[in-house]
């Protein structure tokens, strides 16, 4: 292609492909849609747009802007109807109008721009249309023809969800958007409708695959389907009809690229990726994409249509994987809706409302104080001072058998791989060397990793070493003075041979132990209010690998020591070592370190002990059918497979104060085929329930090196929620979760009682401090220690 006007086919007349169509023809090129369909040929009803979508919209094209504008419908409430009760949050702001009116208004566009409109035409195959034009605008839908013919470069990955949806419309306006649910006796059944014109509403049924066969929908045509669905939101409806157009039932799809262009060809809308309808967003995408690839086609000068496509795509790709996770989400809410109908009326509300992580407590908080604030009542935030601001959902307290936190803020457990190599902590032994912390000089000059770990292993192989130095009093003491309401030590080790490194802190040792106490007196002393906890554990096949700076999950270069495991499966194969599978007297031997260990923790002072059962350590490894293959009772089916780790929680329970709580660290999915399900972690937490846990720790993956993680913000939350949905027991969401809002959003919602964080804390020791602050929280539970306000004189506030 040559700089200056362009040949551009553009396949798919829907909104993302007309769009493009007019703003690249506003640039001077020569345009052409291929469109199958007739003019007016659409599915569903309504479209939903964003003002962010509509600010880019006017500054790309006022008169379309101007067009649309002339027609929306808006709104700023939701309605959510739980149970028959009725309850309204405001300040959403929604425009919305009908989709056939939308194609009309860029028909108009096109026209009057020289587009070239083909309907009723099928495009030419891709290669072809890619030798004659100088670009392909591929917008031709979900079950993209482009894409299939070009799988093998655009490497598509589709994924269908477990709910079955369909799309029907109300000939009257609603006032708001308005979600209900309806408990029918095959299950529960969930309404979305919205106005989107001033005599017609969009309404979307959706329920689970099972619920739709076990009400017969599966036989149904669209006639009777829309009959039944207004028979059961009838008063919703106000007793009036729905009616179809060419509507089906169908289960979403999520479609996800490597990559969106191949030479002249490129992706856009929902050939390149799809954004569940919950969260409206995709018409959305497919205005922003136009707007994206018509700004990158222009800010070329030189002709060259891959590298316009690349700037495009790299440009386009963080809002849209960013939309994607909210999307997935709030798809997976809604797939687990059943679990959340229970809740009381405001919180079922403001879970729905929080559901994909866009809308927080604090935004929600602006946009209707009024609702939030009888939310945070309802949760049992008193008022924190005379002008009446709640205190925020973090700073409430959260009991635990006999222990009770003063908010709900959990130094996550974080391995240091710091610990002395044997020298006496008490004595004030440093990380290197040996010297004293007190002016003492090295015994030999020799370069350590960051805690004293040197690169040659550092503390013996053989078990020396383990003991908590003055690098764990500073971090655990400066986290416990940074206000949380419960720090966790790193994973501890009941045994030599169950380290991970040689840095690793144990405690089977008096030592040990008695540098421990020195911690917790510490953190007792001086951060009053601040609770202390262990996590024991074992390395299991994961163990005798160098500090994680010196290579993670790399075997030590000498001075190994023997591992074990559920099987004789090594971590990495050919990296790792084979772990020997414990024998019958070996686990009688494990069970009877974990609970010496446990012993000693009691005596160190710990307030909460918790047992590791993640991350493909030992316990953990019993539990995955990953890396369990054992034959005899402790393998097999989930009940065999728990029965060890089980053994060793009635181990520790049984020394362990009995008023002191116990936790249990668990991966709730393994991230990889044939591994623990979402089921399976129900079912493993209901077991530990069953014999006394007092809260589970929800962590995921870890447990094989193969694995696949779906990282994003909170992305382990949804199976925290999950297992304290179906079982009622408290839980400890953890991972990614990074801002206070965030905290008191999942606290608010009831998708978790307790947050762990970890980066966070080793950012800022005094992240909670600095929460309160930013919060301008200074209520009784205001967890600034009695020195720093002596130091200050007054609590600083957000406003200082």
């Known amino acids: 292609m040559s700089a200056g006007r362009m040949r551009v086919a553009v396949v798919g007349g829907g909104p993302g492909g007309l769009y493009a169509a007019t703003l690249l023809a506003r640039q001077g090129h020569m345009v052409e849609v291929w469109e199958r369909g007739a003019p007016d040929d659409t599915f569903g009803f309504g479209v939903v747009l964003s003002d962010e979508t509509l600010g880019g919209i006017e500054a790309a094209d006022s008169a379309v802007y101007a067009a649309l504008c002339a027609e929306f419908v808006r709104w700023d409430e939701v309605h959510v109807v739980h149970r028959g009760r009725p309850l309204t949050s405001g300040g959403h702001g929604f425009a919305a109008l009908g989709r056939r009116r939308l194609l009309e208004i860029l028909h108009e566009r096109c026209a009057g721009l020289g587009v070239r409109l083909r309907f009723h035409a099928q495009a030419p195959d891709p290669e072809a249309l890619a030798s004659v034009y100088d670009l392909v605008v591929a917008a031709d839908g979900v079950n993209s023809r482009t894409r299939q013919d070009g799988a093998a470069h655009y490497g598509p990955t589709v994924t269908a969800g477990r709910c079955r949806y369909i799309w029907l419309a109300a000939d009257f306006a609603l006032e708001a958007f308005r979600f209900e649910i309806a408990e029918t006796e095959h299950g529960v059944v969930q309404l979305h409708a919205y106005p989107y014109a001033a005599d017609a509403s969009t309404v979307i049924v959706e329920m689970r695959e099972e619920v739709w066969r076990a009400a017969g929908f599966d036989l149904c045509d669209e006639e009777e389907s829309a009959a039944r669905c207004a028979k059961i939101f009838s008063e919703a409806l106000r007793g009036r009809p729905l009616r179809g157009n060419r509507s089906a039932w169908t289960q979403f799809r999520t479609v996800v690229n490597e990559r969106w262009s191949h ?7 929902d050939a390149a990726h799809t954004a569940h309808f919950s969260i409206g967003s995709g018409t959305k995408l497919a205005v922003e ?25 790299a440009a386009r790709r963080p809002a849209v994987a960013s939309t994607q996770r909210a999307a997935a989400a709030s798809m997976r809410w809604f797939e687990e809706l059943a679990g959340y109908v229970d809740q009381s009326p405001r919180q079922f509300a ?27 009542r309802e949760f049992g935030c008193p008022e924190a001072g005379p002008d009446g601001a709640a205190t925020p959902p973090m700073f409430t307290p959260f009991t635990l058998r006999g222990l009770t936190l003063r908010n709900r803020v959990v130094v996550s457990p974080m391995d240091m791989y710091s610990a002395v190599g044997g020298a006496s902590a008490v004595g004030g032994a440093s990380a290197v060397g040996g010297a004293s912390a007190v002016g003492g000089a090295p015994a030999a000059e020799k370069a350590s990793a960051p805690g004293g770990v040197s690169a040659a292993g550092g503390v013996p192989a053989a078990g020396g070493g383990g003991v908590p130095g003055d690098f764990h009093l500073v971090h655990l003491g400066a986290r416990a003075l940074g206000g949380a309401g419960l720090v966790m030590t790193e994973m501890v080790c009941v045994s030599p041979e169950g380290r991970i490194t040689p840095g690793c802190t144990g405690l089977y040792t008096q030592e040990q132990a008695a540098a421990w106490a020195r911690i917790a007196d510490f953190v007792h002393a001086s951060a009053p209010g601040t609770a202390l906890g262990v996590q024991l554990g074992h390395s299991g096949r994961k163990g005798s690998t160098r500090v994680m700076w010196e290579g993670m999950d790399i075997p030590l270069p000498e001075g190994n020591w023997p591992l074990v495991a559920a099987s004789a499966l090594p971590y990495r194969p050919g990296i790792s070592a084979v772990p020997r599978a414990l024998t019958t007297g070996d686990l ?42 054992r ?7 989930l009940e065999n497979r728990l029965r060890f780790p089980l053994e060793v929680f009635d181990a520790v329970r049984a020394v362990w104060p009995g008023d002191r709580p116990m936790t ?3 991966s709730a999915t ?24 007092d809260a589970i720790d929800v962590s995921t993956g870890q447990v094989v090196a193969e694995e696949a993680p779906e990282y994003g913000r909170s992305y382990q939350t949804p199976y925290a929620d999950r297992i304290r949905s179906a079982l009622g027991v408290p839980v400890i969401a953890v991972g990614a979760i990074s801002s206070w809002d965030d905290v008191n959003s999942l606290l608010l919602a009831g998708r978790a009682d307790l947050c762990a964080l970890g980066r966070p804390h080793l950012y800022d020791p005094h992240w909670t401090l600095h929460a309160a602050a930013e919060q301008s929280y200074t209520g009784p539970a205001a967890p600034w220690p009695t020195p720093y306000l002596a130091g200050s004189r007054t609590p600083p506030t957000g406003r200082d």
Do not use: M
Request: net charge negative; aromatic share 8%; hydrophobic share 45%.
């Open 263 to 269: 030479g002249n060809v490129v992706l856009v809308g």
């Open 670 to 693: 393994d991230w990889a085929p044939g591994g623990t399900s979402p089921e399976d972690a129900v079912a493993i937490a209901e077991a530990f329930v069953a014999h006394g846990v």
């Open 631 to 637: 034959t005899d009772a402790y393998g097999g089916p």
């Open 588 to 629: 009688a031997a494990v069970r009877s370190d974990f609970a010496a260990a446990a012993v000693r923790a009691a005596d160190s002072g710990f307030d909460l002990l918790e047992l590791h059962c993640a991350h493909g350590y030992l316990l953990s490894g019993f539990l995955s059918p990953l890396t369990n293959h």
């Open 289 to 313: 994409d136009a707007l994206a690839l018509a700004e990158a086609i222009g800010a070329r000068t030189d002709g060259d249509v891959p590298a316009a496509l690349a700037a495009y795509e």
């Open 664 to 666: 249990v660290r668990l």
């Open 350 to 376: 403001f879970n729905l409302l929080t559901r994909s992580r866009r809308v927080t407590h604090g935004n929600l908080r602006l946009r209707d104080p009024r609702f939030t604030r009888a939310v945070e």
